[in-house]
């Protein structure tokens, strides 16, 4: 199984990024795939996810009507447009995985129930 990260970087407040998560190893439509992050001294916290199955979705309260998030099942990858960037949105973008694709599982701090985890990209916001 593996969840390969791409699209992290430097960028200014009020920018935008794109995050990829390719999926490997696992049937893609059986799960929910989504973010997570990480600061310094923080708990890592649920960013949002999506349901390859049925294409539902969840998105944490501080990236709502900023962050949005897309699958394209035919290339089993998953994808983070983050616009409006801002400083406190900087930190380690884990790509997850979880089956069944609950996606509230993303809700809980620290992600317990997830099954498989990427290795992370780095987000910087300069202000």
């Known amino acids: 199984v593996q969840l390969v990260e791409s699209g992290g970087g430097l960028v200014q407040a009020g920018g935008s990024l794109r995050l990829s998560c390719a999926a490997s190893?696992?049937?893609?439509?059986?799960?929910?795939i989504g973010w997570f992050r990480q600061a310094p001294g923080k708990e890592r916290e649920g960013v949002s996810c999506?349901?390859?199955?049925?294409?539902?979705?969840y998105y944490a309260d501080s990236v709502k009507g900023r962050f949005t998030i897309s699958s394209d099942n035919a290339k089993n990858t998953v994808y983070l447009q983050m616009n409006s960037l801002k400083p406190e949105d900087t930190a380690v973008y884990y790509c997850?995985?979880?089956?069944?694709?609950?996606?509230?599982?993303?809700?809980?701090?620290?992600?317990?129930?997830?099954?498989?985890w990427g290795q992370g990209t780095q987000v910087t916001v300069s202000s």
């Open positions: 997850a995985a979880v089956s069944p694709p609950l996606i509230h599982v993303y809700a809980v701090v620290a992600g317990p129930g997830i099954d498989y």
């Open positions: 190893g696992f049937t893609f439509d059986d799960y929910a």
């Open positions: 999506i349901s390859s199955s049925d294409g539902s979705t």
